[in-house]
């Protein structure tokens, strides 16, 4: 299985993006899938996941109820709606896929990774 985030970019505090992650490959082997960044110093800490259905979701909490993710299984694409952004957000984001069915943040659950997309919020 192969992941592309895109979607990244430079933007002011208060704006909105939307990252993409469209997966290839076996993507019949994928399960939950999720969105992880990292920021510049720091560890990679995880930011959300969704079920392979769609209808179960968990965030860390200093992105609840700005973000918003998402997942079209036709597409094989997830998405990370995030509004409003705070320069807190700045990060390199990731997207991963797991072949296990339960929600987690621990990245070791999670088998595929895409190369990342910077997003960088200016104050």
């Known amino acids: 299985v192969q992941l592309q985030a895109l979607g990244g970019g430079l933007v002011q505090a208060g704006d909105s993006l939307r990252l993409s992650c469209a997966a290839s490959?076996?993507?019949?082997?994928?399960?939950?899938m999720g969105w992880f960044r990292q920021a510049p110093g720091k560890e990679r800490e995880f930011v959300a996941v969704?079920?392979?259905?769609?209808?179960?979701?968990y965030y860390e909490d200093s992105v609840k109820g700005r973000f918003a993710i998402s997942r079209d299984n036709a597409k094989n694409t997830m998405y990370l709606q995030m509004n409003p952004l705070k320069p807190e957000d700045t990060a390199v984001y990731y997207c991963?896929?797991?072949?296990?069915?339960?929600?987690?943040?621990?990245?070791?659950?999670?088998?595929?990774w895409g190369q990342g997309t910077q997003v960088t919020v200016s104050s």
């Open positions: 490959g076996r993507t019949f082997n994928i399960d939950s």
């Open positions: 991963a896929a797991s072949t296990w069915s339960g929600l987690t943040h621990y990245t070791y659950a999670y088998k595929f």
């Open positions: 969704i079920s392979w259905s769609g209808g179960n979701t």
